[in-house]
C-alpha cells in the first residue's frame, strides 16, 4: 500500500509540474593565434559566437565577447574585448597583445 501511494504521489507531482526550460547557451569559437606570434605583436583574434550553436546572438550588434590570455607560469592575466565585424555571421575580432614571451594559454567568454 505504502509503494502504491508513493507512486501516485510521484505521478501527481509530474502532472502538475511546469515544462523543462532548454535554456540559454552559445558557443563561442576562436582559432589559436599565428605561429611564431612573438611577444608585443598584434593577434587579430577571430572570435564566432552563435546561439545554440546554429544562429548569431539575437543582440549580436551588442554583445562584447572577451578574450582572456593567461601567462602559463604565474597566471598573470590579460583580458582584451572584441567589437563586432559581422554582425550576421556572430563574427567579432579581438585586439590581443602578449605582453610576454613564454607559454600562454587562451580562453573566450561569449559575453551572452
Known sequence: MRNA???VVAVAALAFAGP???GCWATADLAPPPHGTAAGEVWTAEVIILQ???N???DAGDAR???TIVRVADGDRHTF???PTNVAAGLYEARVIFPSAG???YEVFDGF
Open 5 to 7: 501511494l508513493f507512486g
Open 20 to 22: 523543462a526550460s532548454a
Open 52 to 54: 545554440h550553436g546554429r
Open 56 to 58: 548569431p546572438l539575437p
Open 65 to 67: 565577447p572577451k578574450v
Open 81 to 83: 574585448t572584441a567589437r
Open 103 to 105: 607559454a600562454w594559454r
